[in-house]
């Protein structure tokens, strides 16, 4: 199953289910079919919030729908405009340094499992784009700006102090996330460089706007093993990343039960399971504008996005 969030022209977005035959616009077929469950069809959230017995009711409605071939429910992909599958996350949690290969290109050695933790980190909300969306430059603030593809995990049930063995049992599905960052700020005020100026500049490098692509769909009850996925990423066509999840350092599983020691997971939850090595950093070979970036993890369809210019008006102004 391979849930989205669309619209059509300048509508609301609603949540719609992805078919070889077009999109299943959800709710307009449960309003139309008399199959009810409308309130957990409202939005990925309430979907998730749902359960099994949503995703069960899903089913027989894309059936519905298929057998019906309604242009009204069953859209053409040219007809409407995908948003990230989870627009607003409760919670975006994302982990630095889980490819040994990436500390390796980075200059330092893999610290062992033995002696190690995930090491977690938050995003704003506000970096969440969907496919095809543009991710916007900075501007003077930061003028090296890196891709990062990577598995992100997105949680379906309330998790709390889970156990490695069984944390896969909270995953509703996964997607394809770039977790673009800035690596060098240029900052106005002067600071005494140490090592905790250091840290927040990297991740305050994280935060800036559409500098989190998602997309473009979430993938419900088809990865049966998420340490077992192709990961890639491209610029322009040329590979910069090419690596598989078997070498994270921390499974899906073992991050999901460290995060859950910490906080309560909720529905929508996004997990972001790390980059593999290949990032411009490396190299030096920045983001430029009408760069396109894609993503892809096995299974999990193309996250396409284009850099663009600095936005050349505030907001609120």
């Not at 053409?76 to 290109?105: F, M, S």
């Not at 069984?166 to 997607?175: F, I, N």
């Not at 106005?188 to 997309?215: C, H, I, M, V």
Request: net charge negative.
């Amino acid at each position: 199953m391979k849930i989205v969030t669309f619209t059509v022209a300048k509508g609301a977005e609603r949540l719609g289910a992805l078919t070889n035959e077009g999109i299943v616009d959800l709710a307009a077929v449960a309003r139309a079919s008399g199959k009810g469950g409308l309130e957990t069809l409202a939005d990925v959230l309430a979907f998730l919030k749902g359960g099994a017995a949503t995703r069960v009711q899903v089913l027989e409605l894309v059936a519905w729908a298929r057998d019906r071939r309604d242009p009204t429910h069953l859209l053409a992909p040219d007809r409407i405009h995908l948003r990230a599958p989870v627009p607003r996350p409760p919670k975006i949690l994302c982990l630095a340094g889980n490819y040994a290969e990436h500390w390796r290109e980075s200059g330092h050695d893999a610290p062992p499992r033995a002696n190690h933790t995930p090491e977690v980190f938050v995003k704003p909300v506000t970096t969440i784009v969907g496919p095809d969306a543009p991710i916007r430059l900075p501007g003077p603030i930061c003028l090296a700006v890196d891709y990062e593809g990577e598995l992100a995990v997105i949680i379906g049930r309330l998790a709390r102090n889970v156990a490695p063995e069984r944390a896969l049992d909270y995953v509703a599905g996964y997607a394809n996330f770039n977790d673009v960052s800035g690596r060098r700020l240029t900052i106005d005020t002067p600071r005494e460089p140490t090592a905790r100026t250091s840290w927040f500049d990297w991740l305050n490098g994280k935060w800036f706007d559409t500098f989190g692509p998602l997309g473009p769909f979430l993938v419900i009850d088809e990865v049966q093993d998420p340490q077992a996925l192709a990961i890639q990423t491209r610029v322009n066509g040329a590979v910069r990343q090419n690596a598989t999840t078997a070498d994270m350092i921390f499974s899906v599983a073992e991050t999901i039960a460290w995060i859950s020691r910490f906080l309560t997971l909720e529905p929508g939850d996004l997990i972001a399971t790390g980059t593999p090595s290949g990032v411009g950093s490396a190299s030096g070979t920045f983001l430029r504008e009408g760069d396109v970036v894609e993503v892809e993890v096995a299974g999990l369809g193309v996250l396409r996005n284009t850099v663009v210019a600095p936005a050349d008006t505030a907001i609120g102004s």
